[in-house]
């Protein structure tokens, strides 16, 4: 076979570093994006934060503000007028923080963060005129408890692990085990050391005043709780000879207690959400603009900048490079936010009705409709709506969330899921308590405002909106 060289000519998409990055920071929440940032001023001493109070040799190279569009130049220029809601939203740096002297500062939170539940316990066990062996036993126990207050192992589990062979001393142990539950079930808050449900609920209604309500109601979380969960009303009547005003009453008891009582004490798990864009009503528009909070403003250092273009090019390769990289972060950034700004603004002209009315006008909307609008990939909108957050009149919403499927109608047209949801949720909260609607009833009442929709497909939104079924919507 005879050997040959051939040219050929193709071509194939290569993605740049300066491209891989961009997609990257696309696809990160706000938090992730400030752990990226703070992970590249670390590495790379050319970039530095743009502090507007810093001094020294540096030279900012800000990312560019996003123009502004004529209707909030002209709100600019007339101080106090432009937001036909009355709507303000302090997105500041100090809004995240409480002031230790509020008094509007939630209490219980506060509590719930400098005490734990064993604390709370211990100081109880600590006031206590106990022998020493049962303080002992008792903070065994207080060991034992889990978040929610409650004793996972049964005492005869406990006592293996503190008894010995001999059956006398085994015996003794578990009465001085029993005696030691008791008091700590005396301990606030009430409920706790239950090893069940029942059992804390009866601890709490012992706990409460005597009253012919608080003895019905402990005859039904003793006897009847499986029934009262099924919303079994006529059952429970039938069996304690009650009255329906009577077993609302102590229904209404039941409903007061905490099932979980040392949930209070469980340290918090916080999650904030920083809005990458707000949007707001300006001269009868809906306007999206950026969240200057949630902007981090980077620079080239001046001082490498400068050692740099006095040794040239070739003599300091590593910090050539690490200025490279720093120029790219800093476009990056700006575009991602630039991208978020155009995407929001498309998904808000396309939502006013939202804006204007709710939930219940919210109209159908793919990716492939924004992605045409903006002259992007829809990849590229599904990154953009994912993890970034809008921040409105009507409270913070994911970009996902305008997002919805097309359900036909009588007219021929199509209806958002997210509306009908909305409809669902509102005929649910408007039914009669004692005669709530099946799916099938809210099918036709949906079908008789024009929208088709099957029974299942209303069984599946009210699952998603975490409604019971009709079953167990019952009252009294």
């Keep these: 076979m005879k050997q040959s060289l051939q040219l050929r000519v193709s071509q194939h998409l290569a993605l740049t570093p300066q491209l891989q990055q961009s997609i990257r920071l696309l696809q990160l929440s706000t938090l992730e994006l400030n752990a990226e940032i703070e992970q590249a001023l670390q590495d790379n001493p050319l970039l530095e934060r743009d502090e507007p109070d810093q001094s020294g040799f540096t030279q900012a190279v800000d990312l560019p503000v996003a123009p502004a569009t004529p209707a909030e130049t002209e709100e600019r220029q007339e101080p106090g007028g432009g937001d036909d809601e009355g709507w303000g939203v302090d997105f500041s740096g100090s809004s995240g923080q409480r002031d230790p002297n509020d008094d509007d500062a939630d209490g219980g939170d506060l509590q719930a963060a400098a005490t734990s539940l064993r604390e709370h316990l211990c100081a109880q066990l600590a006031m206590t005129h106990l022998s020493g062996r049962e303080r002992v036993l008792v903070a065994f126990l207080i060991e034992g408890l889990n978040e929610d207050g409650y004793l996972t192992q049964s005492l005869d589990e406990l006592l293996d692990l503190l008894a010995t062979e001999e059956d006398d001393e085994r015996e003794l142990l578990r009465a001085d ?105 300006v001269r009868g528009e809906w306007i999206a603009s950026l969240n200057n909070e949630a902007m981090p403003r980077l620079r080239i250092n001046r001082l490498y900048a400068d050692i740099l273009r006095h040794q040239g090019s070739g003599s300091s390769t590593g910090l050539a490079t690490q200025l490279q990289e720093a120029k790219w972060l800093i476009k990056n950034v700006q575009q991602r936010f630039d991208t978020i700004l155009r995407v929001s603004q498309a998904i808000v002209d396309r939502q006013r009705a939202f804006f204007d009315h709710g939930a219940v006008a919210m109209r159908p909307l793919t990716l492939r409709e924004i992605a045409e609008v903006v002259s992007l990939h ?91 079924p009709v079953n167990l919507r019952k009252n009294l």
Excluded: M, W
Excluded at 195 to 202: F, I, Q, S, T
Excluded at 257 to 270: E, F, K, M, V
């Design 177 to 281: 085990l029993s005696i030691a539950l008791q008091h700590l079930q005396s301990f606030d808050p009430p409920g706790i050391g239950a090893r069940d449900a029942k059992e804390c609920l009866v601890l709490q209604l012992k706990n409460a005043p005597p009253s012919t309500e608080r003895d019905l109601a402990l005859a039904i979380v003793n006897g009847h709780l499986e029934h009262l969960a099924a919303r079994d009303f006529a059952r429970i009547k039938k069996s304690l000879g009650c009255s329906d005003e009577e077993q609302r009453a102590a229904q209404i008891l039941i409903r007061s207690l905490n099932p979980r009582p040392g949930a209070q004490y469980a340290p918090l798990d916080t999650r904030y959400v920083t809005p990458d864009v707000t949007v707001r009503k």
């Design 378 to 468: 829809e990849s590229t909108i599904s990154r953009v709506t994912t993890q970034k957050y809008l921040a409105s009149p009507r409270g913070i919403f994911e970009l996902k969330y305008f997002f919805g499927s097309h359900v036909a109608t009588d007219s021929g047209g199509a209806a958002s899921s997210t509306a009908i949801r909305e409809l669902i949720r509102q005929l649910v909260s408007a039914e009669d308590g004692k005669k709530p609607l099946p799916d099938a009833r809210i099918a036709e009442i949906l079908g008789e405002q024009g929208i088709v929709v099957a029974r299942r497909t209303v069984a599946k939104y009210r699952e998603l909106l975490g409604i019971p």
